[in-house]
Nanobody, 130 residues
Framework: VQLVESGGGWVQAGESLRLSCVVS????????TGWFRQAPGKEREGVAA????????VYADSVKGRFTISRDNAKNTVYLQMNGLKPEDTAVYYC????????????????????????WGQGTQVTVSS
């Protein structure tokens, strides 16, 4: 199983980025996909997740209204559109996947609960300057 993120970079506050994560080695439509981030000196936190069954989504309060998660099952790819970026969004962003039957728990991880997603990417750096 591989999850490969791309699209990170350096931007100024207020600008946008779109992250992509290509997933291989599993039945993509059977997995919830999520985005997490970790800033220097801080714990990893959930950003957004999307259920494969019904397209339900969940967002962290800090990104709600600015970030949008989406997925293309035909391309085995999950996206994170990030608009209105702020310096506090600076972090390494990770894509993750877990079985769709665990959606309530997977969603709770975005809101701060502890839940171990099954597979993780290597991360992509996002840096936002003020």
């Amino acid at each position: 199983v591989q999850l490969v993120e791309s699209g990170g970079g350096w931007v100024q506050a207020g600008e946008s980025l779109r992250l992509s994560c290509v997933v291989s080695g599993l039945r993509f439509d059977e997995y919830v996909t999520g985005w997490f981030r970790q800033a220097p000196g801080k714990e990893r936190e959930g950003v957004a997740a999307m259920n494969s069954d019904d397209g339900a989504t969940v967002y962290a309060d800090s990104v709600k209204g600015r970030f949008t998660i989406s997925r293309d099952n035909a391309k085995n790819t999950v996206y994170l559109q990030m608009n209105g970026l702020k310096p506090e969004d600076t972090a390494v962003y990770y894509c993750a996947a877990t079985l769709r039957g665990s959606w309530p728990l997977a969603a709770s991880a975005i809101r701060g609960a502890t839940y171990p997603y099954d597979y993780w990417g290597q991360g992509t750096q996002v840096t936002v300057s003020s």
